[in-house]
């Protein structure tokens, strides 16, 4: 469990190490108490930068698949990096499950599965070999939300020559050879559908 410590300022709570508002965190649980050990339950957090901008991003990708989100258990975290960090974390968790989605309902589809056994315990080098979304054992489907990992998709063209980054909104994307960068899926399914089916039937 982890525990904060914030302030009210201007209705809002901001972070404050001495603060008299202790914050209770937890996975997807969180409590708040003033210093008299009252719940309080209808106050709102204040963006540190520009935190918002994701926020919207998110709520707009949870509300496509609806699920219902706490968004402060995102914002309850003191410092900016981390609260951008959760924010990715969990647009990649409900986007990656939204791809699934869309994947299975047309195709067979396997899903995090390991390309090759690892050697980590002893050799203490870390592979890229569990691909988001195998489709019909012949093209790497990637999830991502905001950049993708150059390396990662290198590793995974190594034993599948096609492969396509999927992103919801816009990203930046660096992809090998005969793979492709696909943006704004939330508004694209139609032709996503067209641009897998055209490496599907390109690949062996």
Sequence with gaps: MRIYKYKLSDGYLVP????NITIFLENNLIMIYDDKGNELKDVKFKYLKDEGKLLDKLRYL??????NIDERTILAYPNFNQRILMLNKLMGKI???YVYT?????YKVTRQKELYPTLYSFTFTR?????????????VVEAKVSKNNYQQTLDYSKYFKKGIVVF???????VPRNWLCFFNLLKEKQRFYLVLESLLSSSK
């Design 62 to 67: 949870a509300n496509l698949v609806g699920m």
């Design 127 to 139: 592979w890229s070999n569990r691909p988001d979304f195998i489709v019909e054992n012949k093209v």
């Design 168 to 174: 919801p909104f816009t990203g930046e994307c660096r």
């Design 95 to 97: 986007f990656e499950d």
């Design 102 to 106: 869309l994947l299975s309902s047309k």
């Design 16 to 19: 404050d190490e001495n603060g």
